[in-house]
DNA sequence: CGAAATCTTGACATGCGTCAAACGTGGTGG
DNA sequence: CCACCACGTTTGACGCATGTCAAGATTTCG
């Protein structure tokens, strides 16, 4: 299987009532690669994604995240990468004292929840870009993106982000998705949205 | 910077002294992808290497791991990789239950230090993959396990494996490192023994 | 010592990156 | 409300790097 199952809707942790929604305007950041952790984000609503600059100053995308997903995983303190919000985004944040006492609570199955989202991510960012070919790449990015949002249409991800994603080029993501399109397993009544319409010819043409 | 810290040495909880070492030959297999998790490995030395086959039957490398490493952290409850040992294999497992009460003694940082490795390994297999060029990311590769085992040769690595890792033919992992011998980066003794001649060079070719 | 696996080298075709230019779109300010 | 501008997308032409196929050399292991 593909696609993981970093699905599920997270069971929040109580909030006050009278609480402002903690919330992003598109372009803005979550947090900062590099900056040191101090809380986890539970996506709710809108879409995030996971940005880092190389040393040449290339820019790599990581992961694209949506409403369930827990991102903020420290590796040596800080975290992994930079988070920009791509829509307007709504969260929760958690700090990190709190997940601790979140942990010696619940069950063994809960522990690696935590980690999930992001192990998750890496893992279909790898199989991805093992896969040969620019055309097979992306079918299996929108095959990949169409199960993780249960069918709904890939919105909002410019293609510029899916080629730094795939490590392809815009013009490539451009020709790729025109030929997607002509193939009938796509429609795209804007740039910047993709519907699935032939969910099984799009993973026909994701096998290599 | 490329290259992440996974290489610290690890505090391996005491064993009993009577206890004989837990140890793999060379091909034998620790766990398998999609197997249940009961326990988690804490390689003491040799190498090990994770592997994953696609729907398609085409296998995939996730990265190779080293005395000091963590693997087999659980997503959804089973394993994420099959771990096969490249050379002879010695180390210590900590089963599942015994770990949770460790984590939750020990807190968050517990918990991060347990999945660092794998989160490490899937972050630099991602950034190799996105370098495009074979010689770039051959060389990406090697300055990536020369400072993971601080200076030392590469070796029992085949060209093979390196070639599933880096999503390339062998043809063209064996062209890249003729390339690589010529140039004086590296020097090759034997077929599966790379000795990293000229870091500062190897490091310099690795960039876009 | 023999056989199987791995590595090496060559020739060839093609798919993708690069460069360049035009088009569409969304946002801002007058 | 319109005009302008900046950014992202689209399309074309071209060259090179890498995958593919094939044959031979080397190494490893039984």
Redesign the pocket.
């Known amino acids: 299987m593909l696609v993981h199952s970093v699905s599920n809707c997270p069971i929040l942790p109580p909030l006050p009532a009278v609480a402002v929604q903690p919330h992003a305007k598109a372009g803005e950041t979550l947090f900062w690669e590099g900056e040191e952790t101090d809380c986890l984000y539970h996506l709710q609503s809108g879409i995030v994604r996971g940005v880092r600059y190389t040393e040449e100053g290339e820019r790599n995308i990581v992961g694209f995240y949506f409403a369930g997903d827990r991102i903020g995983v420290p590796v040596g303190g800080t975290y992994r990468f930079t988070a920009e919000a791509i829509t307007v985004v709504t969260y929760a944040t958690v700090r990190l004292n709190v997940l601790a006492d979140d942990i010696r609570s619940g069950g063994t199955a809960r522990l690696f929840e935590t980690v999930q989202t992001e192990l998750g991510a890496d893992e279909v960012h790898s199989q991805l870009l093992c896969r040969?070919?620019?055309?097979?790449?992306m079918c299996a990015f929108a095959a990949c993106l169409y199960r993780r949002l249960n069918g709904a249409a890939i919105e909002a991800?410019?293609?510029?982000?899916?080629?730094d994603y795939l490590?392809?080029?815009?013009?490539?993501?451009?020709?790729?998705?025109?030929k997607m399109r002509d193939s009938g397993v796509i429609a795209?009544p804007?740039?910047?949205r993709i519907e699935v319409v032939n969910p099984a010819a799009l993973t026909a043409m994701s096998l290599?």
Chains 1, 2 share one sequence.
């Open positions: 040969q070919g620019a055309l097979q790449r991800i410019a293609q510029v982000d899916i080629a490590a392809l080029t815009p013009e490539t993501v451009c020709r790729s998705l025109k795209m804007r740039h910047d290599q």
